[in-house]
C-alpha cells in the first residue's frame, strides 16, 4: 500500500512535468539526418517534427542503450547465478534421494561416515 502511495507521489509529477514540457515545446524543427548537408536552416531538406518529439525520442534511445549496456555488463553475474542454482538444485535433488532412502539399524558414527565418504 505504501509502495502505491510512494509510486503515485512519484510518478503523477513526473508526468504532469512531461505533458507541460511537450506543451511547451510544440514549434517545428527540422530534423535531417544527413551531417554533410549545408547549415542553412531554411534551404535544408529534412522532416519537420514538433521539438519535445524529438527529445522524447533521444530520451527513449539514451535509456535503452543503456539498458542494453547494462544488461551485456552483468552477463557475467548472471551466468554465475544460473551456476550455482543448478548446483543447489542438484545438491536438494541428492539430499532427497538419500532421505527417501531406507537405512540399516546401525550406530549414528557409521552413518555420518557413510554420508561422508570417510570409510
Known amino acids: 500500500m505504501v509502495n502505491k502511495i510512494v509510486g ?17 515545446n510544440r514549434h517545428f ?14 534551404a535544408m531538406p529534412g522532416y519537420g517534427v514538433p521539438m519535445f518529439v524529438v ?23 548472471r551466468r554465475g547465478e544460473k551456476h550455482w542454482r543448478r548446483e543447489a538444485q ?6 532427497e534421494t538419500l532421505r527417501k532412502t531406507p537405512r540399516s539399524p546401525s550406530s549414528g558414527a557409521a552413518d555420518v561416515d557413510d554420508l561422508l565418504e570417510l570409510r
Not at 524543427?29 to 548537408?37: D, E, L, S, Y
Not at 535503452?64 to 552477463?75: E, N
Not at 542438484?90 to 539430499?95: I, S
Open 8 to 24: 503515485w507521489l512519484i510518478l503523477v509529477p513526473i508526468c504532469l512535468g512531461l505533458v507541460v514540457f511537450a506543451l511547451a
Open 29 to 42: 524543427v527540422v530534423v535531417n539526418f544527413n551531417p554533410f548537408a549545408p547549415g542553412d536552416g531554411a
Open 55 to 77: 527529445l522524447y525520442m533521444v530520451l527513449l534511445v539514451g535509456v535503452l542503450a543503456g539498458g542494453i549496456a547494462t544488461w551485456f555488463a552483468q552477463s557475467h553475474h
Open 90 to 95: 542438484t545438491l536438494t535433488g541428492e539430499l
